[in-house]
């Protein structure tokens, strides 16, 4: 699930470009995202790569970090260079700078991460569109879900990215009991406040779905997720979806704002972060400027 962290400086002015890197990892072998003393995480790898290749510390802001186990095929950051610096990257391959600098930040990432190299893959990087912020632009995040709801389901080939749930869940019934929780809401009683933040999300998409094998498909979207958000939402539903809470269970528990000891997290290991959306041109900025301001009310 998504927990923001501050914006990297400066905004590209000042001789400074800004590169936005699009990336995707295995969350498995990472204590989560976010940099944390003695433990490996995604952020501390890749800004580990980074100081290789830069030769200096660097810091990347992140479209949204993600928990412990918690895997990524669209995550999105920035980072501010000095100009020199970018156009240093290709000074004797003869290639463009942004081949040369994805090349090298590909080997710094490897040595890196020695036994689990290929589990952090940037896919792309290059000078960022102006105004745009990773945390701050973003319109969405979607997140995507698999359960396997019953032992006949349970796919040992696919276990480290599926919930294996004992109790038969009903599709419908999860649907409809998700819809009083879409749009502009409080969702204090779905995540783990920080000191100063607001709860206040948008959840744009709550869905399930059957496949024909009898696996549970879920999609999720907000315009940003609270700590720990994602894996309530997902533990509370199926509460609703077994039949061990009625229906109306959470939408009550959504307008009591109140975080109890059944606020159950689900797994970790099947949640992707697919995708995050941005804006084009003008509206970049226009967005990080809003959100900004809706965050820090």
Request: charged share 25%.
């Amino acid at each position: 699930m998504l927990d923001q962290e501050p914006t990297a400086s400066p905004q590209g002015d000042g001789g400074f470009l800004r590169l936005r890197l699009e990336l995707a990892y295995d969350g498995a072998p990472f204590s989560g995202w976010a940099v944390q003393p003695g433990r490996s995480t995604v952020q501390g790898a890749l800004e580990d790569a980074l100081a290789m290749i830069l030769r200096r510390p660097i810091r990347v802001t992140v479209a949204g970090r993600t928990d412990a186990g918690v895997h990524a095929r669209g995550q999105v950051v920035h980072l501010d260079l000095l100009e020199p610096e970018w156009q240093q990257m290709a000074r004797r391959s003869g290639t463009a700078p942004e081949a040369a600098f994805l090349r090298r930040l590909r080997g710094a990432l490897s040595r890196v991460l020695g036994e689990q190299t290929g589990a952090v893959l940037v896919h792309s990087a290059g000078p960022a569109e102006p105004g745009f912020d990773a945390r701050f632009s973003a319109l969405w995040r979607r997140y995507s879900y698999r359960i396997a709801d019953r032992p006949e389901l349970w796919d040992p080939v696919q276990r480290q990215l599926t919930w294996w749930h004992k109790d038969p869940l009903d599709v419908g019934q999860l649907n409809s009991a998700v819809q009083p929780l879409l749009g502009l809401q409080d969702f204090r009683a779905y995540c783990k406040p920080r000191e100063g933040a607001t709860t206040v999300r948008e959840l744009q998409r709550f869905e399930f779905f059957r496949r024909p094998d009898g696996v549970i498909d879920v999609t999720i979207q907000a315009d940003a997720f609270c700590h720990n958000m994602v894996r309530a939402l997902l533990g509370s539903a199926v509460q609703v979806g077994s039949g061990e809470q009625p229906a109306e269970w959470l939408a009550e528990r959504l307008a009591a704002r109140v975080r109890d000891a059944k606020s159950n997290l689900a797994p970790p290991h099947p949640l992707i972060l697919e995708e995050v959306s941005y804006p084009h041109g003008a509206e970049l900025l226009a967005r990080a400027e809003m959100t900004r301001a809706r965050r820090e009310s």
